[in-house]
């Protein structure tokens, strides 16, 4: 229990971080069924900036997934392996998850990082802002789809 603690209050702290850096009004999106199909930018992202934002420790997954990540100590035992989601979600699945894992899970502990509307428990910094950019939502997905088995 005291390590999932760590874990959570890791989280919130790069969390808080994102949220300043990364703040914007939310584009509008369509969910169909377990996706949205469009990108939220109107582009692809881009997978080497996508990432980075996956590495860092400070803002997203690596707190709380392991992955195909040699180079990197200490990574999350909380979540699933990111090994090989590339080829268990399409790219408009994982982009779901990322905004809003909820709908696929509501006790999940895996933030919705880019939604501002009906949530439980958030801080003054995070009231009515997304965590992430449609920007590097679009730029985590690219990366997420690169990895295959």
Request: aromatic share 6%.
């Amino acid at each position: 229990m005291a390590r999932l603690t760590v874990h959570i209050a890791a989280m919130i702290a790069g969390l808080t971080f994102a949220c300043e850096a990364g703040a914007e009004e939310l584009a509008p999106y369509k969910i169909v069924g377990d996706s949205i199909p469009a990108s939220l930018t109107g582009t692809p992202g881009d997978a080497a900036r996508g990432r980075a934002l996956v590495l860092a420790r400070t803002t997203t997954c690596i707190l709380c997934h392991s992955g195909p990540f040699p180079e990197t100590r200490f990574q999350g035992d909380l979540a699933p392996d990111l090994t090989g989601a590339g080829n268990r979600w399409s790219v408009s699945q994982l982009r779901l998850r990322l905004v809003d894992a909820s709908r696929f899970n509501a006790a999940t502990i895996m933030p919705s990082y880019y939604r501002n509307d009906d949530l439980v428990r958030v801080g003054r910094n995070f009231a009515g802002k997304p965590i992430l950019s449609a920007a590097e939502i679009e730029d985590i997905v690219a990366y997420l789809a690169t990895l295959r088995d």
